[in-house]
Each structure stands twice: as structure tokens, then as C-alpha cells.
């Protein structure tokens, strides 16, 4: 165990004695960055201090097969992710991720079936794995409309069908 830790463990300790039904950590401390790799090695403490309750680790998952690294490796019962996710939705699909085009146009229908905020669309394909310095990643900033959104996308077809349906309804 490092000499760093024991604080954590300690915190540990008291949180789990309060009868929590499952504890997640953030592999990172809270000075650290995402560029900087997340500390699956000081999770193996954690894990074996509450050996009664499921911990689950968050830090560096963006694909399918790294879960089982990390669960290998820290011994944790599961893993949550949130950049991983952001990047691409389809990183826990057994047979690989799809292409972030795909999925993105996917979110896009699925955003105008639910009557989603245009601003909440626009902000989650901002966060997915597009380069920032293409002349696409540009026009996706400057789009106001789900217009631009399937015109840039290549679903103006779907906005003119699925507008014709909801104004129709």
C-alpha cells in the first residue's frame, strides 16, 4: 500500500461502514487532468478493504475491451465511463465501436424524434470524437437548426421526411 493512500482508504473505511450498497471511484485525484493516465494500480486497495460491497471503477475506459483489463487488473466488479462515452456511445458494443459518423447521425435522429434542444444536440456532437480543425467540425459550430445539423450530416432527406411528419401529426 502506498503511504499516499491511506487517507483514501481511510475515507474509504468510514463510507462503507455507512452501509453504501456499492461505491464507485474516480481513478484520478482532483488536480489531475484527463491527459494524464488514470490510477487503476491504487484501486486493488480499495477493493480489498470492501471486499462486501461491489466497486466499480471510472477512469480511461473507451472501448469495449477495456473493461476486462481493468477488472483484470484492480479486481473491481465493474466500470463506468463518461468521455469514453461522449466520444463515442457505441464503445461498449461487444463487436467493436462504430464509426462516430454513424453514431452521430443516429443520436441526430433519434434528437429530433424526441423533440431534443437543439443546443443539447449540438453540444453532445461537439463532445464526440470529431476533429476540431476541419472545415465539418467548424460548420458544426456555426449550426443553429436541425436543419444544418442533417444538411451537414447528410440527412437532409430524414429532416424533410421526419419535418413533413411532425407537422403533419
Not at 6 to 26: D, K, M
Not at 120 to 147: D, I, S
Request: glycine fraction near 4%.
Amino acid at each position: 500500500m502506498l503511504l499516499e493512500q491511506e487517507p483514501t482508504l481511510e475515507l474509504v473505511h468510514r463510507i462503507a461502514s455507512t452501509g453504501i450498497q456499492a461505491l464507485t471511484v474516480h481513478c484520478r485525484t482532483k488536480d489531475m487532468r484527463p491527459r494524464e493516465p488514470a490510477m487503476w494500480h491504487r484501486l486493488n486497495d480499495i477493493v480489498n478493504l470492501v471486499t462486501n460491497i461491489p466497486v466499480t471503477l471510472n477512469g480511461d475506459i473507451f472501448a469495449y475491451e477495456t473493461r476486462a483489463k481493468a477488472i483484470a487488473a484492480t479486481g473491481c466488479s465493474s466500470v463506468m465511463t463518461a468521455r469514453g462515452a461522449q466520444e463515442n456511445a457505441s464503445l461498449f458494443r461487444k463487436d467493436g465501436k462504430l464509426e462516430v459518423m454513424e453514431v452521430a447521425k443516429a443520436y441526430i435522429k433519434k434528437a429530433i424524434e424526441v423533440n431534443n434542444s437543439i443546443p443539447n444536440t449540438k453540444y453532445t456532437l461537439m463532445q464526440m470524437g470529431f476533429e476540431t480543425r476541419t472545415e465539418a467540425y467548424q460548420r458544426l459550430t456555426r449550426a443553429k437548426t436541425y436543419k444544418d445539423l442533417c444538411e451537414l450530416f447528410g440527412l437532409a432527406d430524414y429532416y424533410q421526411d421526419e419535418a413533413v411528419r411532425i407537422f403533419e401529426a
